[in-house]
T-cell receptor, first 109, second 111 residues
Framework: KNEVEQSPQNLTAQEGEFITINCSYS?????LHWLQQHPGGGIVSLFM???GKKKHGRLIATINIQEKHSSLHITASHPRDSAVYIC???????????FGAGTILRVKS | ETGVTQSPTHLIKTRGQQVTLRCSSQ?????VSWYQQALGQGPQFIFQ???????GRGNFPPRFSGLQFPNYSSELNVNALELDDSALYLC??????????FGQGTRLTVV
């Protein structure tokens, strides 16, 4: 079992739909990152959070420390949101990141 | 756009050769981590450097080695390349209290 699990692996949505990607982790982390990776490899950090909720534009990230679970929500999805979304836990010791396998999101117009 | 730059962006090497990948870190960040991402998979931690010292290592053989320089830029060296080393290599710079900033990656193909 991976230390960081994401679901779903693949997600196809219609433009305008509300999207949720889930991330569960089994190790102690000091923070959780949500990352976006576009074709070609570049990774952009969307959020780093250690408690509660953060919002940036149409993106919302939440984390429940007790349940070791985080979600990334996209409101009013758009085709330009199509990308791979990866959650990564910042290990409590050593500061390394442990990645989930990613969720491939495709938003159709 | 982040301040993390990786070079080269693409590279083709022959099995058995050696390769050096480079990464400049974001200003103010003293930690650089390297990750290998095989096609269709999430990145895997190779190692991390903090203030020029290796500060953690993933499950990679010793032929994967690295350096961090006083300006916190870093190199990843891979000796005796194998076909399975073909992947996207990502570096991320961070500090203890900030999010990680990623470079665009180096796509290595071993033939």
């Amino acid at each position: 079992k991976n230390e960081v699990e994401q679901s779903p692996q693949n997600l196809t949505a219609q433009e305008g739909e509300f999207i949720t990607i889930n991330c569960s982790y089994s190790v102690g982390i000091s923070a959780l990152h949500w990352l976006q990776q576009h074709p070609g490899g570049g990774i952009v950090s969307l959020f780093m959070l250690s408690s509660g909720k953060k919002k940036h534009g149409r993106l919302i990230a939440t984390i429940n420390i007790q349940e070791k679970h985080s979600s990334l929500h996209i409101t009013a999805s758009h085709p330009r949101d199509s990308a791979v979304y990866i959650c990564a836990g910042n290990m409590e010791y050593g500061n390394k990141l442990v990645f989930g396998a990613g969720t491939i999101l495709r938003v159709k117009s | 756009e982040t301040g993390v730059t990786q070079s080269p962006t693409h590279l083709i090497k022959t099995r058995g050769q050696q390769v050096t990948l480079r990464c400049s870190s974001q200003s103010g960040h003293n930690t650089v981590s390297w990750y290998q991402q095989a096609l269709g998979q999430g990145p895997q931690f190779i190692f991390q450097y903090y203030r020029e010292e290796e500060n953690g290592r993933g499950n990679f053989p010793p032929r994967f080695s690295g350096l961090q320089f006083p300006n916190y830029s870093s190199e990843l060296n891979v000796n005796a390349l194998e076909l399975d080393d073909s992947a996207l290599y990502l570096c991320a710079s961070s500090s203890r209290v900030t999010e990680a900033f990623f470079g665009q990656g180096t796509r290595l193909t071993v033939v």
